[in-house]
């Protein structure tokens, strides 16, 4: 029963109560309906939760308010010891160091524990936890649901052979580079040079190298080629399937009609880059004859239908959850789904017929959708092109393939594209201008070129086409109230925005947000710095301040696209996600085989999505290593050389460096940056120096020697040739004050760290006697 307000406007303890109530459950809605506030209360209301935020009684993440530090029911997190009763402890993997100390999770075990939740120190895992009443620093009880990645007992680096046999170990390791570890011929294992070992640490020194035995071979990295074997074995992604998922694979059969409409007379092309692995999306447009939406068109997206083939709880299946997704290198791909699968039966290859769930989209003339419907098919693909290769076709250089496909496939796609881009525009998603760079390797493996791929017309018109197949697969699932797997996006959190906004002072550029928080808040500051020279320090500082996309079986929209749901039905091939909206399609609408199981809990799809968000952010950095790994071995003979660049990093350690030419990152130590002692201005994203008020901004273009290349590592060291920026006298003084502010707030963070410890050392343990160290089992 709502407690209705008798006098006056709630209290800011009454409302506060409420939050701690609730944890995670509790927005500005839920507020004001348990309060029985009108809409002319929420101004009002409004303003208490940010005063309550400010002051960090209250934190506000997946537009929900919780007390600050909450953590979700379903958390990744790293095992990092032991209480003195020998409870294994716990603390989050990813957290915002503006929240202050990361919480710990005691870990409990059941007295039979599952396969795969066996854990330990140095473990990372997948928990399932709840709030403790208890007082000695633990405040969250955990139970693994799943041991993501074991701990790294041993050193993984490149074998380098001695004439007498012995050898050393360089590490892959950027943390580690220049700290070699000395092998014996007797524990080399008759490791060759360039092969990628694993060692075994046997024992250290008080002067020169620890020593070393190989455990493990791995393969010979004599070759480029074989370069991102480093980031597939340091990230422990499988490379290998189970012989049940290769003979499900195997023994798998072409789609046929039945239970299927019939859509093979539909000319339905795949438009990929030139150098794409697999081709699971087709796309096809034509004018609308209904009366009744005159100047719309119908698009229709179908897309592999993979469930067809991956059923839930097979080998297929396992093997898909537990690598996530694909993962993509500039000399190979690590697929989540065998080749029979992915590059075969449920590749769109041009005049084959292949399953597919496709969706027909009824578009206005106004560019919004008007309605849709999902559809299992039967489908054929009428050809397959590349972005540039449809782009040239509209700019009147057609080919042997896009001649034909000019007038009856190609325009109307770029009609209807047209028409989608007004809504699109209206509805103003985050629009940052961050080239991705790419990697052209020579067929021996070695770097060719880094190029920056033209951003055309025909990228944007797939990538819109296929957020409306995914909004629609949302709102579809939503409606039939099915459990799903959402792709959200969280708006940046008011820490993050103020930060922004105190930055943005600095260039005398204003940022106004009006009321609720919108990425047109952030378009109107991109649009200012358009052309400027501050633009690319403009939008990466943008893009920093974001928080980052996640898969969550509770939706709480997509900031970013500024949509209210939102969930990954297009690339079934590559990620799991994907799948798991297609099974829950076919449930939803009773298409047949494959389909999500009854008995399917959103606390399990929670689990599956807190697993593959963190597969995600591992394939992420496996490929941004090895991106690193193949332009260090590129510059490794060009120590000395001089480059242009952008700084792209500004830490207390020193500056890192973008090239312009290769996207190579590297740092300049902060030590190596002149006579005086430089200060670290949080505020500017900058080091000042403490005598002459230089500036070396994030963002600032500046000339860089090339020092060193650890090319196993993929580490660069540059030395700063560029002077820095002199501020006006006005202008030092603000930095000085910019100064002062980051080092009062690195100290506030010190002290809340120091205080946590000394809590937790104060604290008596009691009750524990007798639990036993189920962590052993």
Known sequence: MSKRREQGFPGRDAILAFIRAHPGKVGTREIAREFGLKNADRVE??????????????????????????????????????????????????????????????????????????????????LRIERTDETDGTPYRGRVIRVIAHAKARALGIFRKNPDGSGRLVPVDKKQAGRELN????????????????????????????????????????????????????????????????????????????????????????????????????????????????????????????????RPGSALDRDALTRGNSVYFPDRVVPMLPERISNDLCSLVPGEPRGAIAVRLVIGADGHKRSHSFHRVLMRSAAKLNYAQAQAAMHGRTDDVTGPLLDPIIRPLYAAHDLVRIARDARDPLDLDLPERKILLKTDGT????????????????????????????????????????????????????????????LDLSFAKGGALRPSAFNRVLTQVKGEDVE????????????????????????????????????????????????????????????????????????????????????????????????????????????????????????????????????????????????????????????????????????????????????????????????PRGRKREAKRGILKSQRAEKQRSDRASRSKERKRGKKKSGKSGKGKLWKR
């Open 536 to 727: 690319a320090l403009v939008n990466e500082v943008v893009l920093r301040s974001q928080a980052q996309a996640e898969y969550s079986a509770e939706n709480y929209g997509h900031f970013g696209l500024n949509l209210r749901r939102y969930a990954h039905f297009t690339s079934p091939i590559r990620r799991y996600a994907d799948l798991i909206v297609h099974r829950a399609l076919i449930r939803a609408l009773g298409l047949g085989e494959g389909a999500l199981p009854s008995d399917e809990t959103l606390e399990h799809l929670g689990e599956v999505a807190a697993q593959i968000s963190a597969t995600e952010r591992r394939a992420m950095k496996a490929e941004r290593e090895t991106a690193d790994r193949l332009i260090a071995h590129f510059l490794a003979d060009r120590i000395g050389a001089t480059f242009q660049g952008r700084i792209s990093g500004v830490t207390r350690a020193g500056l890192f460096v973008k090239l312009d030419d290769t996207g190579a990152d590297g740092i300049v130590p902060i030590r190596t940056l002149g006579t005086e002692y430089f200060n670290y201005d949080e505020t500017r994203h900058a080091l000042v120096g403490s005598r002459s008020g230089a500036m070396h901004r994030l963002g600032d273009v500046v000339d860089v020697r090339l020092v060193e290349a650890a090319p196993v590592a993929g580490a660069l060291r540059f030395e700063l040739l560029s002077e820095g920026q002199i501020l």
């Open 183 to 310: 092998i014996a011929k007797a524990d080399s294992a008759d490791a060759e040079d360039g092969d990628l070992v694993s060692v075994d640490l046997i024992r250290t020194r008080a002067y020169g190298l620890a020593s070393g035995r190989v455990k493990e071979r791995f393969g010979s990295l004599a070759s480029e080629k074989a370069i991102s074997l480093i980031a597939i074995h340091a990230h422990e992604i499988p490379q290998n399937f189970s012989p049940s998922a290769i003979r499900e694979a195997e023994a798998a059969k072409p789609v046929t009609l039945e239970g299927r409409e019939d859509w093979r007379d539909i000319p339905l092309v795949t438009i990929d880059p030139p150098d794409a692995k697999d081709h699971d999306d087709a796309v096809h447009a034509a004018p609308d004859s209904d009366p009744a939406n005159k100047g719309g068109y119908i698009v229709h997206v179908a897309i592999a239908d993979v469930a067809y083939y991956v």
């Open 45 to 126: 209301l409004k303003r208490i939760i940010r005063e309550l935020a400010d002051e960090g009684a209250v934190a506000r993440r997946r537009r929900k308010m919780h007390q600050p530090a909450e953590l979700p029911p379903t958390v990744l997190a790293d095992i990092t010891g032991c209480d003195a009763d020998g409870e294994l402890l716990a603390s989050p993997t990813e957290w915002d160091d503006e929240e202050g100390t990361p919480p710990k999770i005691r870990i409990v075990f059941p007295r039979r524990p599952q396969p795969g939740t066996t854990a330990g120190v140095g473990d990372r895992a997948l």
């Open 447 to 506: 770097v060719d070129r880094v190029i920056v791929p033209e951003r055309l017309e025909a990228h944007r018109l797939i990538e819109e086409f296929m957020i409306l197949a995914n909004v629609a697969a949302a709102e579809t699932l939503e409606k039939k109230s099915l459990p799903l797997i959402y792709r959200v996006h969280d708006q940046p959190t008011q820490e993050k925005v103020h930060n922004l906004l105190e930055f943005l002072k600095t």
